[in-house]
Every structure is written in C-alpha cells, then in structure tokens.
C-alpha cells in the first residue's frame, strides 16, 4: 500500500525554466511533508518541508504547495539549473506525534538541461 | 564537521549469509534512523532509536532483521539468512533530536544477495 505516490519516475526541463515536481498521499492523517534531493552514489539532502497548516512555503528558489483536499503536494524549482539534476523524494509524517519516522514516495528524476 | 557515514559502502553476499551493516551518526545526535531502498521504490522506513528509549521497529520486515545502538553512538542493521528480496540500498539518518525535518542521511550500503 503506497501511502506516497510520485506518479512520474522522470522529468526533464531546460535551464532556466520551471520544474514542477509532484506528490499524491492517501493517508489524511500526515501532516507534514517534505522534499529531499538526492545526487548519485549520497544520501537524500533535506530540501524543503511545510506543515499542514500552510499551503505554501518558499526558500529560494524552490517552492512547496499544499492543497490538502486534493491530498496533493508540489514542489517548483524557478528558475532550473544543471546542478538541480537530481532524484527527488517527497515524505510525509504524522508530524504531530513527532516520531521520525518518514514515508517516502518513490522519486521523480529531475534532469535540467544546459 | 563530519557528516553520516555507512560501511561498507558495497557489499554482495550469497542467498543464506548474514551480514552487517554499520552507521555512525553526526556525533552529538542521539536520534538514528534506518531506511532501505528497494529498486524502483521510494525510502522505506525500518527502524530508529532515540537515546536510551526502546527503539521503534515496526518497519522491520521480518525477525531476520534486527538493529543495535551503543549508546548514542554506531549502530549496526544485521540480517540473517539473507534472500534475494533483501536486496537494496540501506540509508542510515541522524538527527539532533527525533524529529521530521532534520535527518541528516549517509551515502548508505548497496546490498546484492545472490
């Protein structure tokens, strides 16, 4: 039972433009999310998280929605650059009960091209 | 600082071997996390411990799989009589405290049971 769902294994954009990554869950219990970034042969790198209360948070150049009736999240990176070449892991938690313990969906590859 | 690191960094084993994995966490850290990844699958979680309380295994797939920490230091994921399923990259976390938003992952241990 895949709890987090990342419905498109690949994604490629040119540099410059928007790269829109996405993330379904089923479980309406999570309420907290969160995108890691993971280059070959490293671990996942934290990126971005937003809690349930919010529908959107920004760092940078990187953005996460929320919309929480649709069970959906997104994660916009403007402008793309190479270096944002990467798998990328959307996670969710029963923040609340503080525990650690993160469901991962399966990745989607971002490539950007030059 | 240093960050997590997991050794070995391969290792291929025979279907029916036990073996064992090791991390050691961000010093200071006495959260750690264990989580695998299966080919073409997000991150699953297995296990984690925080300090001295008794550790979390309910994602621990079966009693061939088990995991020790000392203190709040190395700890080690040993499977027994392994199979073919088992195959997969173990990522070991760490964090400060338990937490959602702040595991620091290792590069992890890619396991191939032949």
């Known amino acids: 039972d895949q709890q987090v769902k990342q419905n498109s294994p690949s994604l490629s954009v040119q540099e410059g433009r928007i790269s829109i990554l996405n993330c379904d869950y089923t479980?309406?219990?999570?309420?907290?999310f969160l995108w890691y970034k993971k280059y070959p042969a490293e671990g996942p790198t934290f990126l971005i998280s937003i809690s349930s209360i919010k529908d959107k948070n920004e760092d940078g150049r990187f953005t996460v929605f929320l919309n929480k009736s649709a069970k959906h999240l997104s994660l916009h990176i403007v402008p793309s650059q190479p270096g944002d070449s990467a798998v990328y892991f959307c996670?969710?938690?029963?923040?609340?009960?503080?525990?650690?313990?993160?469901?991962f969906g399966q990745g989607t590859t971002l490539q950007v091209k030059p | 600082g240093a960050g997590v690191s997991q050794s070995p960094s391969n290792k291929v084993t025979e279907k029916g071997k036990d073996v064992e994995l090791r991390c050691d966490p961000i010093?200071?850290?006495?959260?750690l996390y264990w989580y695998r990844q299966r080919l073409g699958q997000g991150l699953e979680f297995l296990i984690y411990?925080?300090?001295?309380?008794?550790?979390?295994k309910s994602g621990l797939p079966s009693d061939r799989f088990s995991a020790e920490r000392t203190g709040e230091s190395v700890s080690t994921l040993t499977i027994q009589r392994t199979q073919q399923e088992d195959s997969a990259v173990y990522l070991c976390?760490?964090?400060?405290?338990?937490?959602?938003?702040?595991?620091?992952f290792g590069p992890g241990t890619r396991l191939t049971v032949l």
């Open positions: 976390a760490s964090s400060l405290v338990l937490s959602t938003d702040t595991q620091y």
């Open positions: 411990f925080q300090g001295n309380s008794a550790p979390d």
């Open positions: 996670a969710a938690a029963h923040g609340s009960s503080n525990t650690g313990k993160l469901i």
């Open positions: 010093s200071g850290h006495t959260a």
């Open positions: 479980n309406s219990m999570f309420d907290y």
